[in-house]
């Protein structure tokens, strides 16, 4: 059911809204005239304020707006009213919109993670793909000051280190922006009560369960009758100055290890020396070490940092650990060694007709390659699906190698007057170096023409009056 702001009003110590957000935008410089910004919005209070927001910020800081919206699959009823009530709105603003339906319960079978985080993984995966599919520069999510108050206080309850005292950060890499991170929620609801703008409750919030709604309807409210009516302020500027810590610490220890770690395609290398002369910062330059290998620090605690950094005490490597991403890590004399548990093996496959469909044991993956006979030119305009590339019949010959990585390989990517490395793709896109062999490449007459599905050569782009393509399709084998 839709509903209408609260009408009570924001204190008179608070800028309105869009005060507060153009300020928030230009202190962190989340736009540049001309983005393209993806607009999350689920139809809840805060995500149908940042896009009306947006909407009327836009002509002025110049963007140009899409909305996204995900429907989890885990309410039916509920979530296809959310996802009309957010088409309606974006036809309202004439602003486009992409709406789609994944199965997070499918994905939480595959990862194993717990419902919560598979429907994050899910949903970060789903704007990823609007952002690529639209060509857009940035993201914008809908957290507020209150959001943060909370997460710090759940991170303190937790017990945190200064990465975690710095809560949601306003700016993150990707393009990821929170224009309305300093808004107090009283003020979002001030907002849409004045200009008439209905939203949809989030019913989610008064379920007892969480953590998060006990604090947010009992601890923070107590602390403000009782201790500090700032409270909310008070907590969101101890996130900022932990995360100003942070980041210098951050840079300090990136420096270190980035001039002393030892980064090969299946290993990275950790002097021990390293870590016993900056013992303050020996944990981060684990978290750079793990980053740097896997891709990003998702899934690595302090346990086992903890349990990294107990291998000091070690000698030889009869001794190791598993940490998170299926890596490992031992000494061997004077260092830490951090690879995969079980190396990905190379393949090298050749396809002398078509259609074809290439099982791909060694990295869990099916290859389908198929001909297909393009009826018109609005079916070329189409962007390939995530799973699938269409490559120009012309520019193919048969057989064709599938054929995992090898250092040295080039390709003119799509776009581009001249040869590239592959490795230097990889790093672009942020495959992580472990993951790299498992990133099926297609050679025809010698020459690279896919890597996977992240980019395809400049001669085999589909074009007009082409109308005959190649299809390539690779799904995963441990999903099915």
């Not at 962190?28 to 209070?45: E, Q």
């Not at 000051?145 to 303190?156: F, G, N, S, Y």
């Not at 004399?333 to 995969?340: A, C, Q």
């Not at 078509?354 to 993956?365: F, M, R, S, T």
Request: charged letters at 25%; proline letters at 5%; one cysteine or more.
């Amino acid at each position: 059911m839709m509903q209408k702001a609260d009408t009570s009003q924001p204190s008179q110590r608070d800028p309105d809204l869009l005060t507060i957000m153009r300020t928030t935008i230009e202190h962190y410089r989340m736009f540049a005239p001309g983005d393209h910004v993806v607009v999350a919005v689920s139809g809840g209070a805060d995500s149908v304020a940042l896009l009306n927001a947006l909407h009327e910020l836009a002509p002025t800081l110049k963007l140009r707006l899409t909305v996204a919206h995900l429907n989890h699959g885990l309410r039916p009823e509920a979530a296809e009213r959310e996802s009309d009530f957010v088409k309606n709105l974006a036809h309202k603003l004439a602003v486009p919109c992409i709406c789609e339906l994944r199965d997070v319960r499918a994905d939480k079978h595959a990862s194993g993670e717990c419902l919560q985080e598979a429907a994050r993984t899910v949903r970060y995966r789903f704007f990823s793909d609007v952002i690529e599919r639209c060509g857009a520069q940035k993201l914008a999510l809908g957290h507020i000051m209150d959001d943060q108050a909370e997460t710090v206080l759940i991170r303190l309850l937790r017990g945190a280190s200064t990465r975690g005292l710095g809560g949601i950060p306003p700016v993150r890499s990707g393009g990821i922006v929170r224009p309305l991170i300093e808004v107090r929620r009283r003020s979002i609801e001030f907002f849409l009560h004045q200009r008439g703008i209905e939203f949809i409750p989030d019913t989610s919030t008064n379920e007892p369960q969480y953590l998060r709604n006990i604090i947010r309807h009992e601890l923070l409210p107590l602390l403000a009758r009782q201790y500090n009516p700032r409270v909310v302020e008070a907590l969101c500027t101890t996130a900022a100055l932990a995360r100003n810590d942070e980041a210098l610490l951050q840079d300090t220890a990136a420096h270190i290890a980035d001039e002393a770690l030892k980064l090969t395609d299946d290993s990275i290398r950790i002097p021990v020396s390293l870590l016993e002369s900056h013992p303050q910062l020996a944990g981060r330059i684990i978290r750079r070490a793990f980053e740097l290998f896997n891709g990003s620090c998702r899934g690595l605690t302090s346990l086992h940092t903890d349990a990294i950094l107990a291998l000091l005490n070690s000698r030889g490597s009869s001794k190791k650990i598993s940490i998170a991403g299926g890596l490992i890590v031992r000494r061997e004399y004077s260092e830490l060694v951090m690879n995969p548990e079980h190396n990905l093996a190379a393949f090298h496959v050749q396809v002398d007709a078509l259609p074809a469909d290439v099982p791909l044991p060694q990295i869990n993956a099916r290859m389908q390659i198929r001909s297909l006979t393009v009826a018109d030119d609005a079916a070329l305009q189409c962007t390939d699906v995530s799973d699938t590339v269409h490559l120009a019949a012309e520019s193919i010959s048969l057989p064709l190698i599938i054929r995992s990585w090898k250092p040295g390989d080039r390709i003119r990517p799509f776009g581009f007057n001249a040869q590239k490395k592959v490795k230097a793709i990889f790093a672009e896109k942020k495959i992580p170096v472990r993951l790299r062999m498992s990133i099926p490449l297609i050679e025809s007459g010698g020459r690279i023409v896919s890597i996977g599905t992240l980019r395809i050569a400049e001669h085999c782009r589909v074009t007009p009056p082409c109308r005959k393509v190649i299809a390539v399709t690779i799904t995963d084998t441990d999903k099915h």
